[in-house]
């Protein structure tokens, strides 16, 4: 049977300390691990992994702000080097199109910060239980509707354009730094748009502002 453990990664002490505190009040049996940053909690997975006897499985309550990474960057570095991860975000800002972003990266909820302490951790319980999780989003007014929320998919390499873009690189710039043809990154900034259903660069730099793409903490 594979044991769960939380692990909270925020780097303001006390929103961390407190999630901590409220998951070790509402699941007391339960293990709960918190981090700064993005590179510790990853040094623990490697620290639990080398000591540990029996399968464990993780459910991580991540901040989208954190210092020096885009939150959707974040998510993809975190899912791909622990597999027993179900991931949680959390964020002051939970429009739809940020919620998306983050359910097409492979999130299974999403927490806003405005959100009562006991209806989060009824939620986390909630998806505890499930087997098969879906997509879950907590507003600050309580669960809300997801079905009708579309997932946005950015690749590794739409994800790069748009940064690019945000920072005022042309499509001749951008094929330089990534050493490919200014067609092939042209290419790359239609499909941006595409999948940001947006028309021009403007847009696509104020939607990716509003993702967490362009990273806002130094």
Known sequence: MNILKFLVIDDHPLIRQSMKSSLESYFPEKEVFSYASLEDSLECFKKKEGTRLEPCKWLVLMDLGLKGITGLA??????????????ITVSG????????????????GFISKCAPVEESMRFIEKIILEEQPESFWLAASGYADTSSIRKIHLTDRQIQVLSMMCEGRTNKDIALALGI????AKSHVGGV???????????????????????TKA
């Open 74 to 87: 974040a998510i993809r570095i975190l899912l791909s080097v622990e597999a027993n991860i179900r991931l």
């Open 93 to 108: 800002n939970d429009d739809e199109l940020q919620v998306g972003a983050c359910f097409g990266c492979g999130v299974t």
């Open 181 to 184: 043809t200014e067609i092939t």
């Open 193 to 215: 748009f595409k999948e940001l259903r947006v028309i021009n660069r403007t847009q696509a730099v104020l939607v990716a502002q509003k993702l967490g793409i362009v990273s």
